[in-house]
């Protein structure tokens, strides 16, 4: 049977956070870059079936297809590695500084990758520009202000706390996407145990900071009425924690605690 059980998916979590922090800087941005265009093109997707259907859960039926193609080909997942990388700090296989060092070559290939695919959909969405903005690129402006403005309305606690707790409750679901994809041993029983939370997370609208690296910018260079100070001090960076917390907090440790092996 391909089936994996959870003390085995712990052992797995373990080993590759270690493998993580092992990889050498330029592994890392090039990873996280070439991750953060398959969500991309995943984001794009969704939004265009959901404007032109009118169904929200359409779009979150097609977006799973990015992160299980980041999952098959194990390139680096900022929102996974929240999960699995402070977990072998905790085992003692890695250490705090390979752990941070590890999150911000991560995080710089995201914001590289993020940036470039805003600017090559944006350029594609408007024909460079010279166009009146199409179905997905006024979904991708709405959903900019919505994950922006909107919680600048509320002020800074209760907008900035709102994106918080959405960051937690998405990578609840996103790392458990990931660590799923570790209960099988087959490549149709990976992408059938990842599909699930993931839908769940893009039909709820939960805050994904990795996907908002890509579809904020792209927003802006759309003509989203939103500032880059609005992009990071109402999402990206409460979104970042978020998150942390929702992955490390909720899915490694509960885990690791109830399957551990003596």
């Not at 199409?134 to 202000?145: E, L, P, Q, W, Y």
């Not at 790392?175 to 099988?184: C, D, E, I, R």
């Amino acid at each position: 049977m391909s089936y994996v059980a959870p003390p085995d998916v712990v052992d797995s979590m373990l080993e590759s956070g270690e493998t993580k922090t092992q990889l050498t800087a330029g592994q890392l941005v090039l990873r996280a870059a070439f991750s953060v265009f398959l969500l991309a093109g995943a984001t794009v997707l969704a939004i265009t079936a959901t404007e032109e259907t009118g169904v929200d859960l359409i779009g979150a039926l097609l977006f799973p297809m990015g992160l299980v193609i980041v999952v098959l080909l194990n390139v680096e997942l900022l929102t996974g590695n929240f999960a699995l990388v402070p977990l072998a700090v905790v085992d003692r296989r890695a250490s705090y500084g390979t752990m941070l060092r590890n999150f911000w070559w991560v995080l710089l290939g995201h914001i590289v990758g993020g940036l470039t695919a805003a600017a090559l959909f944006a350029a594609m969405l408007t024909r460079w520009w010279t166009t009146d903005t199409d179905d997905a690129a006024k979904g991708i402006i709405d959903m900019t202000v919505t994950k922006t403005l909107e919680y600048q309305e509320l002020g800074y606690l209760a907008g900035a706390g709102l994106a918080l707790l959405s960051g937690i409750l998405c990578n609840w679901l996103v790392a458990l996407g990931v660590v799923m994809g570790m209960t099988s041993t087959s490549t149709t029983g990976k992408i059938m145990a990842i599909w699930p939370p993931i839908a769940a997370f893009f039909a709820l609208g939960l805050e994904h900071s990795v996907v908002n690296l890509f579809l904020l910018p792209a927003g802006i260079m759309l003509g989203a009425p939103v500032g880059i100070d609005d992009w990071w001090v109402w999402n990206q960076i409460p979104v970042l924690l978020g998150n942390f917390i929702g992955g490390f907090v909720l899915i490694a440790l509960p885990l690791y605690y109830a399957h551990r092996k003596k």
